[in-house]
């Protein structure tokens, strides 16, 4: 039974240690799949999308609405974007 663990035919679990920036296994060639510009573009994006669907959510209920609240729904639709971006997807870094 020992000659049987400890034969050098079985697969062995190697621990590697992970990027800081991208979660990914670190080999020896590690390059991070996507970079810091492509990261600020996603957030930016996800978050212009988020506030106008809210700035259009306002205008679809009220034609004459104040400025503060399309200010204000804009703000949340952004921050509700970003969250479920988030959720959805693996953190940015």
């Keep these: 039974m020992l000659e049987l663990l400890t034969s050098p035919g079985l697969p062995t679990n190697r621990v ?17 799949p996507r970079g810091p510009l492509t990261r600020l573009s996603d957030a930016l994006a996800t978050t212009a999308v988020g ?29 509700l974007a970003t969250a479920v971006r988030q959720a959805i997807n693996p953190p940015i870094r």
Aim: with cysteine; hydrophobic share 60%.
């Design 16 to 32: 590697m240690a992970t990027c800081p920036k991208c979660l990914g296994p670190l080999t020896d060639n590690h390059k991070c």
């Design 51 to 79: 506030a106008l669907a809210g700035w259009v959510l306002v205008l679809m209920i009220d034609e004459r609405a104040a400025g503060a609240l399309i200010l204000a729904a804009a703000a949340l639709g952004a921050v």
